[in-house]
């Protein structure tokens, strides 16, 4: 009987897609911008019908349609309203707990804005002229970018793998008479992101567990 090759990769899950997710723009860019312009013009209406509500955090119908809108221009796929609301009450989740630790000021975001801005050799102020153009409030964007920023640095550490973990995780596929593994080196980034999806996902699951999480439609 021949060895079964161990598994190098799988199909892009909602834990995948949380794991990569930083900010709708970082900062710069046509793409970023066009991004932007989509979820900030279908989302964020105060008077928007409410699809969930997180810990008393209202997640709106319009929320729902950004959302869709955000992941088939990142993703090329659409979107379901279920699966989108459901990522937006992880997604928000995360922030909540992610505050709990230090939440990013708009002074310290708007540092980190600058920073990756310079990194392209552009300004806030070209920034903002962009903005204008796509009718995007700037102060708006930014606590966007806040918001996601906070995120990311919180799973940069929460779900956070080390080389010498996964190298053991490889040692115990290597183990198994049954599988055909490749070297180390060419599977390791692979071995990361898969236990990084696990530690995202008994991290989601422990805080929904412990969440107060009201559907109020339909979606």
């Known amino acids: 009987m021949s060895k079964r090759t161990a598994r190098r990769g799988g199909a892009r899950d909602k834990t995948s897609k949380l794991r ?5 723009a970082i900062a710069a860019g046509v793409t970023a911008l066009v991004i932007v312009a989509v979820v900030m013009a279908v989302g964020g209406e105060n008077n ?3 699809a969930a509500l997180v810990n008393g955090h209202r997640i709106t119908a319009d929320d729902v349609r950004a959302m869709q809108a955000r992941n088939e221009l990142v993703y090329g796929e659409a979107l379901g309203p279920k699966q989108a609301l459901e ?20 002074e310290e975001a708007e540092q980190e804005l600058e920073a990756q801005l310079a990194a ?4 806030v102020e070209l920034l903002k002229a962009d ?3 796509f009718d995007i409030d700037y102060d708006e964007y ?9 995120v990311g640095y919180y799973l940069a550490v929460a779900v956070n793998v080390t080389e010498e973990e996964a190298r053991e995780r490889y040692d115990q596929y290597a183990s198994n008479p049954e599988l ?14 898969q236990m990084e999806e696990e530690i995202l996902i008994r991290l989601l699951t422990g805080l929904r567990a412990n969440a107060v999480i009201e559907y109020m439609q339909s979606s």
């Open 131 to 133: 903005l204008e153009r």
């Open 48 to 50: 928007a019908e409410i």
């Open 20 to 24: 990569d997710w930083r900010v709708i």
């Open 87 to 106: 990522l937006l009450i992880d997604e928000e989740l995360l922030y909540q707990e992610a505050v709990k630790d230090h939440a990013l000021s708009i």
């Open 180 to 193: 055909e593994v490749p070297l180390f080196d060419e599977v390791k980034e692979q071995i990361i992101l």
């Open 142 to 150: 930014l606590e966007t970018f806040r918001r996601e920023l906070t």
């Open 120 to 123: 392209d050799d552009l300004t």
